[in-house]
């Protein structure tokens, strides 16, 4: 039975651990003037640094959740240690022998197996793994990291090792090293079945380490064909030191960096770390098997300037998971207050592939060139919508404010107001208007997404036709009394009751001129008849157009406007006829003038200065038809 520690002893290690020293592991310190240094608090989640160091008392306190001691209960909060381990660990380091005076003093522990034991498992493992992979049977480990850009430097940085494919040659290992099959098997290292048998077999591995540098766990890479476990990758399960949700890979090398830059870059693998850090882009990290959540923002925001001056860089594959993951953050963006970024290269290559296709060069400038992360996200959701109809871009307006309502930081709603505002090519009221709206509706009543289609290259859209993939969900069919459409609805029943009258007015009205399916549909049976002159003192002319009409909503639409009363005129004239034809050409002219006032807002006049030329251009020509329009319904009226 081991007896207490000697109290000088203990005082030696208070005295020789310089607490700046062991604090400034796990959290960036600054200066804070008097002697004091200060930094984010690694206890509670804060967003302006309240936790303060005094190395000349080597003591440390809180003035948010009033944590505060010495060196030996900053290390007991911050790893869960008792005092004893505390002691242990620091005297190890510092290099103080210490001594135990006889008694029956019983130090505590947690259950199972001391921390002490299962990291330095760990270092024992990682040093094995590392020595396996220069063995002949790790000749395919060494091939994919040289294939990846890795030479054996790189894979000494990184500790890099590869597991034997046996199945007992670390735990044989372990156990030549005196550790127990609970010590093993507790800190993930081996697995108990009907034997022991060790975890990783026939992998390449990564270490994974704490802030520290201290081995807490590995991930380990399916390279043989043969390998009966179909999992891509496979990661250390939790254990008393390992939680996959509170770890970055790669924050042992990234740390100092992120705090001195106040830049985190986070990737989504292991070898895109590695490619960023050789390239230069030394403040990478990626998280191990997880998305990204609140407590790996916390351990970044210990090292990062979490204030407008810093910076959290998320680096997505171009791909569609990419984008999900994407989405996943930006609603979760209140969790800096530093800004967030998104880094996605334009041939949606990870940064592993674009260090090996393009160079080091090209890694720097996919860092370089982030956008913010909310841009990203807008143009992602607004990408499912065609911007250049009308109909579409009220569903992606009402879509982005959904999204921008979800924003838990009040602070930045307004200016993501104002983006979707001028990305969809809106008035910033309306936007504001259906951000407070989006803000009101319950949370299972969001908006549904219609996606983006093709609009057929030529004739009309016949309710029921669809071009390319189905769209879902589809918008409802408005109805047809709605009086939105009552100049279509007149001019169809004229048309339908009385061509003769109608004649050549409606010479220059095209399918375009109507906005309704069923009168687009309609108004294609009637060129389908022949033509509007051709029903010219055809009594059956009516009929011809049912004829011509496919789907039973049109037929039953002709048989109702062919009898209906024209209620917008005592006596059927070609004046009146004119009228209705001159107003529904004023309304797609101010359609066409609202379209490409949308593309005008949505088009850089410095960048797009040809485009943007082109567009005004229209606006003038279009905004003179309507003027024209306006002035023959006038002298018609």
Same mark, same amino acid.
């Given at each position: 039975?081991?007896?207490?520690?000697?109290?000088?002893?203990?005082?030696?290690?208070?005295?020789?651990?310089?607490?700046?020293?062991?604090?400034?592991?796990?959290?960036?310190?600054?200066?804070?003037?008097?002697?004091?240094?200060?930094?984010?608090?690694?206890?509670?989640?804060?967003?302006?640094?309240?936790?303060?160091?005094?190395?000349?008392?080597?003591?440390?306190?809180?003035?948010?959740?009033?944590?505060?001691?010495?060196?030996?209960?900053?290390?007991?909060?911050?790893?869960?240690?008792?005092?004893?381990?505390?002691?242990?660990?620091?005297?190890?380091?510092?290099?103080?022998?210490?001594?135990?005076?006889?008694?029956?003093?019983?130090?505590?522990?947690?259950?199972?197996?001391?921390?002490?034991?299962?990291?330095?498992?760990?270092?024992?493992?990682?040093?094995?793994?590392?020595?396996?992979?220069?063995?002949?049977?790790?000749?395919?480990?060494?091939?994919?990291?040289?294939?990846?850009?890795?030479?054996?430097?790189?894979?000494?940085?990184?500790?890099?090792?590869?597991?034997?494919?046996?199945?007992?040659?670390?735990?044989?290992?372990?156990?030549?090293?005196?550790?127990?099959?609970?010590?093993?098997?507790?800190?993930?290292?081996?697995?108990?079945?009907?034997?022991?048998?060790?975890?990783?077999?026939?992998?390449?591995?990564?270490?994974?380490?704490?802030?520290?540098?201290?081995?807490?766990?590995?991930?380990?890479?399916?390279?043989?064909?043969?390998?009966?476990?179909?999992?891509?990758?496979?990661?250390?399960?939790?254990?008393?030191?390992?939680?996959?949700?509170?770890?970055?890979?790669?924050?042992?090398?990234?740390?100092?960096?992120?705090?001195?830059?106040?830049?985190?870059?986070?990737?989504?693998?292991?070898?895109?770390?590695?490619?960023?850090?050789?390239?230069?882009?030394?403040?990478?990290?990626?998280?191990?098997?997880?998305?990204?959540?609140?407590?790996?923002?916390?351990?970044?925001?210990?090292?990062?300037?979490?204030?407008?001056?810093?910076?959290?860089?998320?680096?997505?594959?171009?791909?569609?998971?990419?984008?999900?993951?994407?989405?996943?953050?930006?609603?979760?963006?209140?969790?800096?207050?530093?800004?967030?970024?998104?880094?996605? !290269?334009?041939?949606? +290559? =990870?940064?592993? *592939?674009? &260090?090996?296709?393009?160079?080091?060069? /090209?890694?720097?400038?996919?860092? $370089?060139?982030?956008?913010?992360?909310?841009?990203?996200?807008?143009?992602?959701?607004? !990408?499912?919508?065609? +911007? =250049?109809?009308? *109909?579409? &871009?009220?569903?992606?307006?009402?879509? /982005?404010?959904?999204?921008?309502? $979800?924003?838990?930081?009040?602070?930045?709603?307004?200016?993501?107001?104002?983006?979707? !505002?001028?990305?969809?090519?809106?008035?910033?009221?309306?936007?504001?208007?259906?951000?407070?709206? /989006?803000?009101?509706?319950?949370?299972?009543?969001?908006?549904?997404?219609?996606?983006?289609?093709?609009?057929?290259?030529?004739?009309?859209?016949?309710?029921?036709?669809?071009?390319?993939?189905?769209?879902?969900?589809?918008?409802?069919?408005?109805?047809?009394?709605?009086?939105?459409?009552?100049?279509?609805?007149?001019?169809?029943?004229?048309?339908?009751?009385?061509?003769?009258?109608?004649?050549?007015?409606?010479?220059?009205?095209?399918?375009?001129?109507?906005?309704?399916?069923?009168?687009?549909?309609?108004?294609?049976?009637?060129?389908?008849?022949?033509?509007?002159?051709?029903?010219?003192?055809?009594?059956?002319?009516?009929?011809?157009?049912?004829?011509?009409?496919?789907?039973?909503?049109?037929?039953?639409?002709?048989?109702?406007?062919?009898?209906?009363?024209?209620?917008?005129?005592?006596?059927?004239?070609?004046?009146?006829?004119?009228?209705?034809?001159?107003?529904?050409?004023?309304?797609?002219?101010?359609?066409?003038?609202?379209?490409?006032?949308?593309?005008?807002?949505?088009?850089?006049?410095?960048?797009?200065?040809?485009?943007?030329?082109?567009?005004?251009?229209?606006?003038?020509?279009?905004?003179?038809?309507?003027?024209?329009?306006?002035?023959?319904?006038?002298?018609?009226?």
């Amino acid at each position: 039975m081991l007896g207490r520690i000697r109290d000088d002893d203990i005082a030696e290690v208070r005295e020789k651990a310089r607490i700046d020293d062991v604090v400034g592991s796990y959290v960036t310190l600054r200066r804070a003037g008097g002697g004091s240094l200060k930094g984010l608090c690694p206890f509670h989640d804060e967003k302006s640094p309240s936790f303060h160091v005094t190395p000349a008392r080597q003591m440390f306190h809180c003035f948010g959740c009033q944590e505060g001691g010495d060196v030996i209960a900053f290390l007991m909060k911050i790893d869960g240690l008792t005092f004893i381990e505390s002691v242990e660990r620091l005297a190890e380091k510092y290099g103080v022998q210490l001594r135990r005076e006889g008694g029956d003093d019983k130090p505590e522990r947690p259950r199972g197996p001391a921390r002490g034991r299962l990291l330095e498992g760990h270092k024992i493992a990682q040093q094995f793994y590392a020595e396996q992979l220069l063995t002949p049977e790790a000749a395919k480990a060494r091939q994919f990291l040289e294939e990846r850009g890795f030479d054996h430097a790189a894979a000494e940085l990184f500790g890099v090792g590869f597991a034997p494919s046996g199945g007992e040659a670390l735990y044989r290992h372990l156990k030549g090293r005196r550790f127990t099959d609970e010590e093993v098997v507790a800190a993930g290292l081996v697995a108990q079945g009907r034997s022991m048998y060790d975890r990783f077999r026939g992998r390449l591995l990564w270490p994974i380490r704490e802030a520290s540098g201290e081995t807490i766990g590995f991930g380990a890479r399916r390279i043989f064909d043969d390998d009966r476990i179909e999992a891509k990758y496979l990661n250390t399960p939790e254990t008393p030191i390992y939680k996959k949700s509170q770890v970055l890979y790669g924050i042992d090398l990234a740390r100092r960096e992120i705090g001195s830059s106040g830049q985190a870059v986070v990737v989504e693998g292991y070898t895109d770390v590695m490619a960023c850090h050789l390239a230069g882009v030394k403040t990478a990290v990626a998280t191990c098997g997880t998305a990204f959540g609140e407590d790996h923002a916390r351990v970044l925001r210990r090292f990062v300037k979490d204030d407008q001056s810093g910076e959290v860089i998320f680096t997505f594959d171009g791909d569609a998971a990419g984008q999900k993951a994407a989405m996943r953050v930006f609603e979760n963006d209140h969790m800096f207050t530093s800004p967030t970024y998104v880094a996605v !290269a334009p041939d949606g +290559l =990870d940064p592993c *592939d674009l &260090r090996l296709q393009q160079g080091d060069e /090209a890694v720097r400038e996919l860092v $370089s060139t982030r956008r913010p992360l909310y841009q990203f996200a807008m143009e992602n959701v607004l !990408a499912r919508y065609d +911007l =250049d109809r009308a *109909d579409s &871009r009220v569903d992606a307006l009402r879509a /982005a404010a959904q999204m921008v309502s $979800s924003v838990r930081d009040s602070s930045k709603v307004d200016a993501f107001t104002r983006e979707i !505002a001028q990305m969809i090519g809106v008035d910033v009221e309306q936007a504001r208007a259906e951000v407070r709206k /989006a803000a009101s509706r319950p949370a299972e009543k969001k908006p549904q997404h219609t996606e983006r289609r093709a609009v057929p290259p030529a004739g009309p859209a016949v309710p029921g036709q669809q071009d390319g993939p189905p769209a879902a969900p589809r918008r409802p069919m408005p109805r047809l009394d709605d009086p939105r459409y009552a100049i279509e609805r007149e001019l169809l029943k004229v048309v339908l009751q009385d061509p003769t009258t109608v004649g050549r007015t409606t010479t220059y009205v095209t399918v375009d001129d109507f906005t309704h399916p069923v009168c687009r549909a309609l108004w294609a049976a009637v060129m389908a008849a022949g033509g509007v002159e051709s029903g010219a003192g055809d009594p059956g002319w009516a009929n011809r157009v049912l004829a011509s009409a496919t789907e039973p909503l049109v037929q039953r639409t002709v048989t109702a406007l062919g009898v209906e009363p024209v209620r917008l005129a005592s006596e059927l004239t070609v004046q009146y006829v004119l009228a209705l034809v001159h107003k529904l050409q004023e309304l797609t002219a101010t359609r066409r003038i609202d379209d490409v006032k949308s593309r005008l807002q949505r088009t850089n006049q410095a960048t797009q200065a040809d485009e943007y030329t082109k567009l005004f251009s229209q606006l003038v020509v279009l905004e003179q038809h309507r003027r024209t329009l306006r002035d023959r319904l006038a002298g018609e009226q």
